[in-house]
Each structure stands twice: as C-alpha cells, then as structure tokens.
C-alpha cells in the first residue's frame, strides 16, 4: 500500500470528460455493486457471478483506456470516480450505501485500478473485500492487501482512508 496521489476534488473542466465519467463512474458503481452481490449469493462459476465480473472488467477498463487512471474512492459520504464527485439519489441509494459501508468496514478509503486488471483480479479482490472478520478496519485493509500481493494481483492496488 502506497500512499495515495491525492487530486483536486472537482470534476474535469472539460464538460464532456465529468459527463463520461458520471455516467460511466455510476456504471461502474453499479457492476462493483452487482459482482459483490453475485460473489456473496453464488459459486463462482455461476452465470451471475461470470457474467458481472466480465461487466465490472469491461467498464474498468474502459474507463481506465480513456481516462488513463481509475481511482474510486471515499470521502465522508461521498463517493468519487478520479476527482468526479458521484451524485446520490434515491436510485443508487442502497448501492451507495452498501459500499460505503463494506469498504468502512475494510478500511479501504480508495481503490486504484492500473490498466490490464482482469476478471481474476476482481474476483480475488472482491471475495475477500465483503467477507466476514472481527478485525479492526487498519487491520482489514492490511490482511486485503496481503492476499492480493500473495495471489499476485498487481492491477488493484488499496489505499486507507485519509483526512
């Protein structure tokens, strides 16, 4: 864990980059949502499980392709893709919440996706983002961290929250 390079928290002044990563941020929101979700209720060789890692792969990366960098992270109750603060709304309501608090839970204040992180990396980093533990979060994060380093993930890379 490195410490993270933090940016201006305002959007791009360039319309059309906030919009795409609005939009594009809210879907990958969403995908990180539904894959926990999945990984939680099914076998990993599930449909529901193949079919919302391969999602949450592709707008990744997408986002990764034409912004260059994907950071998602957490500053008090908000959420934000690169420095594009995502609006809450009744619609994303629960997801919104529902990952605030597993990443709390996991002392995980922000998440950097490199380019190349494939299905696998998201499985092995999502399977043990949600799990159950007595652990404090310092002590989460760092148990997270070491298992993505053992199991070789080197596309995701976990960064505690900061003030």
């Not at 941020?25 to 391969?54: M, N």
């Not at 792969?57 to 690169?82: C, H, K, P, W």
């Not at 989460?140 to 070789?152: C, D, K, P, V, Y």
Request: charged share 25%; aromatic share 10%.
């Amino acid at each position: 864990m490195a410490d993270p390079v933090r940016k201006e928290e305002k959007p791009s002044h360039d319309p059309a980059a906030a919009a795409f990563l609005r939009k594009r941020g809210r879907d990958f929101i969403i995908s990180f949502y539904g894959t926990l979700r999945a990984i939680k209720l099914y076998p990993v060789e599930h449909t529901a499980v193949q079919r919302t890692l391969a999602e949450l792969t592709q707008v990744a990366s997408e986002i990764v392709d034409r912004e260059r960098e994907l950071e998602f992270r957490i500053s008090g109750e908000f959420l934000f893709i690169n420095s594009t603060r995502l609006r809450l709304d009744l619609t994303n309501y629960a997801t919104f919440g529902y990952l605030l608090r597993v990443c709390r839970t996991a002392g995980v204040g922000a998440v950097h996706i490199h380019a190349g992180a494939g299905v696998r990396d998201w499985l092995l980093f999502l399977s043990t983002l949600d799990a159950q533990t007595q652990l404090s979060p310092d002590e989460r994060l760092h148990e997270i961290a070491e298992h993505l380093t053992n199991t070789n993930v080197r596309h995701i890379e976990l960064f505690p929250f900061t003030d």
